[in-house]
T-cell receptor, first 115, second 114 residues
Framework: AQTVTQSQPEMSVQEAETVTLSCTYDTSESDYYLFWYKQPPSRQMILVIRQEAYKQQNATENRFSVNFQKAAKSFSLKISDSQLGDAAMYFCAYRKETSGSRLTFGEGTQLTVNP | GAGVSQSPSNKVTEKGKDVELRCDPISGHTALYWYRQSLGQGLEFLIYFQGNSAPDKSGLPSDRFSAERTGGSVSTLTIQRTQQEDSAVYLC????????????FGQGTRLTVV
């Protein structure tokens, strides 16, 4: 079974600084997809960024970027120029490239942004 | 609607009662998921519907839990004889069949069993 591990239950960063959230996963598949979701106090899960395993180039969405290391099964999220609105729980998720596959989530990392 | 809609937003029920939680997915989405999130915890998979295929029920914690999806659209999660450990936020998500695209989530139903 696939597992997703986020080893940092909590992280904090100063406003305007950069922070990196870690995620590792375990799979025997070669084709799959990885996601980072943000969950603010409103409970609404928001997709932040996604990565296709067959692509070597790291995904980037404005201030958010990933460091995808397929051999190491690592998928970290970097947030640059952190803003107060980035404070939230962040979840890493995995989905394999097979019909009927579901999203498997990590335990989450609570990010605090200090003014 | 524009997004995934869940109702009710909050539900308080007495131990032993049955509850129904509703999810209206985004129109046209063929996949629908239910997850459970206990306080401060990650997302626990419950059940997954994909088109006309048999649902993946492997995450349902007990036979008190069941879900159905009518007409490939609205889904209802039913919990019978609720227990205090059922207290959690129940999240619904939907997506297209394209697995490259992440799922879109509703705001969840917070269930409190007293």
């Amino acid at each position: 079974a696939q597992t997703v591990t986020q080893s940092q239950p909590e992280m904090s960063v100063q406003e305007a600084e950069t922070v990196t959230l870690s995620c590792t996963y375990d799979t025997s598949e070669s084709d799959y997809y990885l996601f980072w979701y943000k969950q603010p106090p409103s409970r609404q899960m928001i997709l932040v960024i996604r990565q296709e395993a067959y692509k070597q180039q790291n995904a980037t969405e404005n201030r958010f970027s990933v460091n995808f290391q397929k051999a190491a099964k690592s998928f970290s999220l970097k947030i640059s120029d952190s803003q107060l609105g980035d404070a939230a729980m962040y979840f890493c998720a995995y989905r394999k490239e097979t019909s009927g596959s579901r999203l498997t989530f990590g335990e989450g990392t609570q990010l605090t942004v200090n003014p | 609607g524009a997004g995934v809609s869940q109702s009710p937003s909050n539900k308080v029920t007495e131990k032993g009662k049955d509850v129904e939680l509703r999810c209206d997915p985004i129109s046209g989405h063929t996949a629908l998921y239910w997850y459970r999130q206990s306080l401060g915890q990650g997302l626990e998979f419950l059940i997954y519907f994909q088109g006309n295929s048999a649902p993946d029920k492997s995450g349902l914690p007990s036979d008190r839990f069941s879900a159905e999806r009518t007409g490939g659209s609205v889904s209802t999660l039913t919990i019978q004889r609720t227990q205090q450990e059922d207290s959690a936020v129940y999240l619904c998500a939907s997506s297209w069949g394209d697995r490259r695209v992440g799922a879109f989530f509703g705001q969840g139903t917070r269930l409190t069993v007293v």
